[in-house]
T-cell receptor, first 113, second 115 residues
Framework: KAGVTQTPRYLIKTRGQQVTLSCSPISGHRSVSWYQQTPGQGLQFLFE???????NKGNFPGRFSGRQFSNSRSEMNVSTLELGDSALYLCASSLDSSGAEAFFGQGTRLTVV | AQKVTQAQTEISVVEKEDVTLDCVYE???????LFWYKQPPSGELVFLIRRNSFDEQNEISGRYSWNFQKSTSSFNFTITASQVVDSAVYFC????????????FGKGTKLSVIP
């Protein structure tokens, strides 16, 4: 059974640009969540999607957005990139049951220069 | 509000020693879920265990064991006879349940096992 796949693995962008990250969940998992990991703030929840609807959102500015497609694949977008957006972005998928374990991808390492 | 505290930032042990990673959590929910994840240098978070708030039974899985105590809001993780491959960052996390799919993570404990 394939795990969670995130693409690309690495990205370098310039301040002011926008970026789109992709996540393919484990087959059968309909809940997809995104997290940002930085040395200073640790792992922080961005948002969670289920059936193409955002159910939960973390405390991030509107520059961070996402969406989910009918096949449960998800994308997140960051517009007007700032240096502080440099981070490891992790995607997780889980079954739709409260408290279900989340399975993570290897992440996308975004560097903003 | 949910909070998870991992007071140990870094731990170094010699191979074959036992090591315990501490986790203390705060929540007002009566139903919640606790998790441990391992993050090797590759970056992927690897799921280790899940516990719900109604199940305080301790668990052992091979060299790993977990001690969940609601009275002290702790969910500690012990590795017995540590190995070099155990070197990683370990995260404790809390999910409040009740329809929430958001994990609140601790800051992580970096474990280095020295051969």
């Amino acid at each position: 059974k394939a795990g969670v796949t995130q693409t690309p693995r690495y990205l370098i962008k310039t301040r002011g640009q926008q970026v789109t990250l992709s996540c393919s969940p484990i087959s059968g998992h309909r809940s997809v969540s995104w997290y940002q990991q930085t040395p200073g703030q640790g792992l922080q929840f961005l948002f969670e999607y289920f059936s193409e609807t955002q159910r939960n959102k973390g405390n991030f500015p509107g520059r961070f957005s996402g969406r989910q497609f009918s096949n449960s694949r998800s994308e997140m977008n960051v517009s007007t990139l700032e240096l502080g957006d440099s981070a490891l972005y992790l995607c997780a998928s889980s079954l739709d049951s409260s408290g279900a374990e989340a399975f993570f991808g290897q992440g996308t390492r975004l560097t903003v220069v | 509000a949910q909070k998870v505290t991992q007071a140990q930032t870094e731990i170094s042990v010699v191979e074959k020693e036992d090591v315990t990673l501490d986790c203390v959590y705060e929540t007002r929910d009566t139903t919640y879920y606790l998790f441990w994840y391992k993050q090797p240098p590759s970056g992927e978070l690897v799921f280790l265990i899940r516990r719900n708030s109604f199940d305080e039974q301790n668990e052992i899985s091979g060299r790993y064991s977990w001690n969940f105590q609601k009275s002290t809001s702790s969910f500690n993780f012990t590795i017995t006879a540590s190995q070099v491959v155990d070197s990683a960052v370990y995260f404790c996390a809390l999910n409040p349940g009740a329809g929430s799919y958001q994990l609140t993570f601790g800051k992580g404990t970096k474990l280095s096992v020295i051969p």
